[in-house]
């Protein structure tokens, strides 16, 4: 076992890219990770990395090894999963990770159910709004909220959200209700927006009239948590675009009102993406099935009886 654990840390740092940031991973230090990889390059007789103080970058040899160890592991994952599915007794860890919003609202708090269900199977819930890299993070499987770009992963859709454009009244009383995106742009409304490292969202896309236009938007708070956003919103300090379940209970409340209901945001979609070599993982298959099952409930609940301006 210990061979395989020393050729799994080496495909964490080959992909992380990072020795430190894979011990992060496999949950122990960098000194042991480096240990690890100094015994596989031993027991191998080559270099697999070439290490300086700033960079770590792997040799030809270890781009080669990389390629036969990814599939040793793919290998051995495969026969876990087929000898739990035999015995009908699944266990291991699944990785997951997910929006905040999504995550604190309807994956969290199913998670204790979900272990009670199934007792050996662990849970390791990751939440952030930046753009996730499944393979990278070694995720079993991830949600996403937004239109997907062309990918190698396996989508599964959970549900097609609509997004509303909101203020608190006290944001529409100092600065007035536009009545669409023009009219927000125009009189230099102060936006709320979602951004975080890499993101390429200046604009929102909105449905007007004669279709779906991208109207600029400023403002002067921006965030990578869009709860951070929401508690700005409802704060009185601008306008905020969100999806209808993340701010529900403010719109039911009056604490959020719509505002631009002229031209409204496009829908986003919630899609669940799995690495297809992990689909025959019955722990993956159990949890994925469990938890968008409740997403699903949770959100029609959450929603449910909201009467909104059209």
Request: overall charge positive.
């Amino acid at each position: 076992m210990a061979y395989v654990a020393n050729i799994r840390m080496f495909v964490r740092v080959y992909e992380l890219g990072s020795m430190s940031a894979a011990a992060r991973d496999q949950r122990t230090s960098p000194a042991v990770a480096s240990a690890r990889i100094g015994e596989l390059e031993k027991h191998l007789g080559l270099r697999l990395f070439n290490r300086t103080t700033r960079s770590l970058q792997p040799t030809e040899n270890g781009r080669i090894f990389y390629e036969g160890a990814r599939k040793i592991l793919d290998a051995i994952e495969e026969a876990e999963a087929a000898v739990a599915q035999t015995a009908q007794n699944p266990r291991g860890t699944v990785y997951i990770a997910a929006p905040l919003g999504v995550g604190r609202r309807f994956i969290a708090p199913h998670v204790p159910s979900f272990k009670d269900a199934f007792p050996q199977i662990d849970v390791r819930l990751r939440l952030s709004d930046r753009k996730i890299d499944v393979v990278a993070e070694g995720l079993d499987l991830a949600f996403h909220l937004g239109r997907l770009e062309d990918s190698t992963l396996k989508v599964r859709q959970v549900a097609e959200c609509a997004r509303i454009l909101c203020a608190a009244p006290a944001y529409i009383e100092r600065r007035g209700n536009p009545v669409d995106g023009a009219a927000m742009v125009r009189d230099r409304h102060e936006c709320l927006n979602l951004r975080f490292p890499g993101a390429t969202e200046f604009r929102w896309s909105l449905q007007t009239p004669s279709g779906t236009e991208s109207f600029d938007i400023s403002g002067p708070f921006e965030s990578d948590d869009g709860d951070v956003l929401t508690g700005w919103a409802l704060a009185g300090r601008g306008i905020v675009m969100k999806p209808i379940f993340e701010v529900a209970d403010h719109l039911r409340d009056g604490r959020l009102v719509p505002v631009a209901t002229a031209t409204p945001p496009l829908p986003t979609q919630l899609s669940c993406l799995t690495q297809h070599r992990r689909l025959r993982d019955p722990k993956i298959r159990l949890f994925t099935d469990f938890i968008i099952g409740r997403m699903r409930a949770d959100m029609a609940a959450q929603t449910d009886g909201l009467q909104l301006p059209l």
